[in-house]
């Protein structure tokens, strides 16, 4: 499978501020994926990062808030914007992976544990 | 819409206890079945997966079968150990992408000495 990697791997921020996270695979990928996990929650879906165009947002989620850069097919990030308490989560970005043919498989990051104060 | 019911946590059991998590799902056709697990301060990490139904995946001890009857796919392992501590997430994608992944809740199992 693909190797991902994220930056940064936890931060605390103040409230009002914005923070970009990177995520970072190995190899060329077609689909790449943002989540949320809230504290004690399982993983919900924010967007769809798609290459050389706007991300694809879930609904709840929208760009002001969330935007999603993809300027190849390794790289991606999501910066949170104005946070706020409530933004204080895992952020895992995910990218789809053919393991064999008719075969593909959503593999993830190891997350950015937020924190906003 | 797809949907994916687990059992409820936490589940706590002693080293060597023999491990069931539980988990059904609601999908038209054929999903793929996935379980992840995420470690304490960790990411999630794909356990297994099974894309037909009778098949059995397998991993570090784990097993699941796809039980397309009672649309079921539940998790197993013969003797935890302490490492397995973790919460367990299982997981379908709908036939033929893998781009839409329905978790269920996740099951935190904690194993004691």
């Known amino acids: 499978s693909a190797v991902i990697s994220q930056k940064p791997s936890r931060d605390i921020c103040q409230r009002g501020t914005s923070l970009t996270i990177q995520c970072q695979v190995d190899?060329?990928?077609?689909?790449m994926f943002w989540y949320r996990q809230q504290p004690g929650q399982s993983l919900t879906l924010i967007a769809t990062?798609?290459?050389?165009?706007?991300?694809?947002?879930e609904s709840g989620f929208v760009i002001d808030k969330f935007p999603i850069s993809r300027p190849n097919l390794t790289f991606s990030t999501l910066t949170v914007s104005n946070m706020s308490p409530e933004d204080s989560s895992i952020y895992l970005c995910?990218?789809?992976?053919?393991?064999?043919?008719?075969?593909?498989?959503?593999?993830f990051g190891p997350g950015t544990r937020l924190t906003v104060l | 819409g797809d949907s994916v019911t687990q059992m409820e946590g936490p589940v706590t059991l002693s080293e060597e206890a023999f491990l069931t998590i539980n988990c059904t799902y609601t999908?038209?056709?054929?999903?793929?079945l996935f379980w992840y697990v995420q470690y304490p301060g960790e990411g999630l990490q794909l356990l297994l997966k099974?894309?037909?139904?009778?098949d059995k995946g397998s991993n570090k001890g784990f097993e699941a079968t796809y039980r397309k009857e009672t649309t079921s796919f539940h998790l197993e392992k013969g003797s935890v150990q302490v490492s397995d501590s973790a919460v367990y997430f299982c997981?379908?994608?709908?036939?033929?992408?893998?781009?839409?992944?329905?978790f269920g809740t996740g099951t935190r199992l904690q194993v004691t000495l």
């Open positions: 995910s990218v789809v992976w053919r393991d064999r043919v008719l075969e593909d498989t959503q593999y």
């Open positions: 190899s060329q990928v077609t689909m």
């Open positions: 990062a798609n290459q050389g165009s706007e991300a694809t947002y």
């Open positions: 999908a038209t056709g054929y999903p793929s």
């Open positions: 099974a894309t037909k139904a009778d």
């Open positions: 997981a379908l994608t709908p036939t033929g992408t893998a781009s839409k992944l329905t």
